[in-house]
Each structure stands twice: as structure tokens, then as C-alpha cells.
């Protein structure tokens, strides 16, 4: 059964580099053209305490990857309270450039207790679909133009796509493969999305 009926949240997760904001505007504006009544968002969200990560450790100051699952985590409850849920409850279509998936993989790979993530984020419900866009760590950072973030290392990011790939296993990511043209990515992504959407009737 689903927990918002007549809406669906869709979540678009990747490493750095692997394209996932231009797929997830790719993907509003195909869904759009479609008929779709659609929220745009993102992680870290418009909140204050989203404003703090982007404005602090991710350019700034390296904090414990602790930390860093908290601020996420405070800034996820937020998001869905001001945000997500609201637009369920409207009935759009909620794409999500990032999600609690991120926090898995990101202070996963710096070594953080899995079941401790996990804890802090249990408010977070699921999605209804999870899309995983894979790329080589080494092609993502070379992708990246503006100026590196304090996540955007290429140990680390080796890393994180493992963590990521464990929950494609896991059957809670559905992998796409990012090392393709565009549009391609974009035809795989929005094949992927309509095909839940039909399947939750929409």
C-alpha cells in the first residue's frame, strides 16, 4: 500500500561527478511534459541547518564524519517536514537530488557504524524508487569543474561508490550506468521512473 497515494517521491543518488542534478532536471522536465505534477528538491535542503553544510565543512572545516551524519540527518527531518511531505500530501511527484542513501554511503566510507546510521535516520521513510547513477570515482572528479569539495577526494570517493554498490546489492539502489551519453542516462533514468509510476497507478 502506499504511504501517499496519488504521489510518488523518486530519489536520485550518485557519487561526485556522476550527474545527478542535471539528470534530476532532465527528469522533472520529462515527467512534466507527461503530465506530471512535479517537486523539484534537494540534499543538503533549503533549511538553516542545509545552509550550515553547504556553507561550513563541505568547503570549510573537516568535521568527524559523525558530525557530518548528524547535520544530515537534522537537516533529512526538516526537509521532509517543510518539504517532501508536504508535496506528497499535494500530489507531485517529488524528485530528490539525494537522500538518506548518501549519508550511507558518504560516512559509511569514512568508517561510521552502519546500524548507527541507519538509527539516526529511521524517520526517513523510503522512497518509492531509489535510482543509483554510477560512475568510476576517477571520471566523476574529473567531470567536476567548479572548485572540489572537502568530500571530493579520490580514496574517498572510491569508497563511497563501494558503499553505494553494497546497497544496489541490497536491492535498495537500482543502478544506472553513468558512464554513457546524456542522453542515454537520461532515456535509462526516466524508463526506470515511469515504470514505478505505473505500477503505483499513477
Known amino acids: ?37 512535479v517537486y523539484p528538491t534537494a540534499e543538503p535542503s533549503r533549511s538553516t541547518v542545509g545552509k550550515l553544510i553547504r556553507w561550513s565543512f563541505l568547503q570549510r572545516e573537516k568535521m568527524p564524519p559523525e558530525v557530518e551524519a548528524l547535520l544530515f540527518a537534522a537537516d533529512r527531518f526538516l526537509h521532509l517536514q517543510s518539504e517532501i511531505r508536504p508535496a506528497l500530501a499535494a500530489g507531485k511527484t517529488v524528485v ?16 561510521v557504524d552502519s546500524k548507527w546510521l541507519r538509527e539516526i535516520n529511521r524517520f526517513a521513510e523510503k522512497p518509492d524508487l531509489a535510482v543509483y547513477l554510477d560512475v568510476p570515482a576517477e571520471i566523476g572528479l574529473r567531470r567536476i569543474r567548479r572548485k572540489k569539495s572537502l568530500l571530493e577526494k579520490l580514496e574517498l570517493q572510491r569508497q563511497v561508490r ?32 515511469v515504470g514505478r509510476l505505473q505500477e503505483l497507478g499513477l
Open 1 to 37: 500500500m502506499q504511504a501517499h497515494p496519488g504521489a510518488a517521491f523518486i530519489v536520485l543518488e550518485g557519487g561526485d561527478g556522476a550527474g545527478k542534478t542535471a539528470q534530476a532536471r532532465a527528469l522533472c522536465s520529462s515527467l512534466k511534459s507527461k503530465g506530471y505534477k
Open 96 to 111: 530528490c537530488d539525494r537522500y538518506m542513501y548518501a549519508s550511507f554511503a558518504y560516512q559509511g566510507a569514512q568508517g
Open 162 to 193: 563501494e558503499e553505494y554498490l553494497k546497497l544496489v546489492r541490497a536491492g535498495e539502489l537500482v543502478l544506472v550506468d553513468s558512464n554513457q551519453p546524456i542522453e542515454r542516462v537520461s532515456e535509462a533514468i526516466l524508463a526506470l521512473v
